[in-house]
């Protein structure tokens, strides 16, 4: 069973930092806006409105150029902060990438990059609230640290449970799970990227 996702932009959240980071890995990786949307399997005209900080993207579509761009999600939302700076992120401020009702909600708490790029997101999940994916970029590293509950994580054909504490790294270039006990639960999820070539 696979939950509806839907993007929340937050009012609060400016735009700016999305379009920026599509046409800034766009050029990266040498690709036209024709290229980018072709490879991506969306208009030429959702990348060209998305790079002139108009519209509302879906989950998929961001998935779609996260994917052909070969960066993390959340590297689309990140803001850079530059050397010396520190950036303070509290989870109530963190911006929700993904959603579904109050069973899954993934806030973004950082991104950055180094060889290949990480993501860091909090993950919490309602009482019984079940999350499959099927699975990231190819070559993504996730590290799930439970924080707190009785949570199922991992492949979808061998789960783990884990306990306050505990932490499962794994492939998620492949399907994977997100299953809470009864009293629900929160992770902490560092996915991490190959670098591009």
Known sequence: MFCTITVIMNEDQPVSPLADNIRKWRERRGLSVSA???EAGISKSTVSELERGNGNPSLDTLWSLARTLNVPLGGLFAVAVGAGDSELRRLVDAPVIARSGDD???QLMASWQGAGEVEVSVVTLAPNAERNSRGNAPGVVERALCA?????VGPAD?????TPGDMLTFRADQPHIYR?????GRLFVV???????
Do not use: M, T
């Not at 061998?158 to 884990?162: A, C, D, G, S, W």
């Open 158 to 162: 061998k789960p783990v449970v884990l």
């Open 104 to 106: 899954f909600i993934a």
């Open 148 to 152: 707190d509950g009785i949570i199922e």
């Open 180 to 184: 809470a006990r009864e009293d629900g």
């Open 191 to 197: 996915q991490q990227y190959p670098p591009a070539i």
């Open 36 to 38: 980018l949307a072709r």
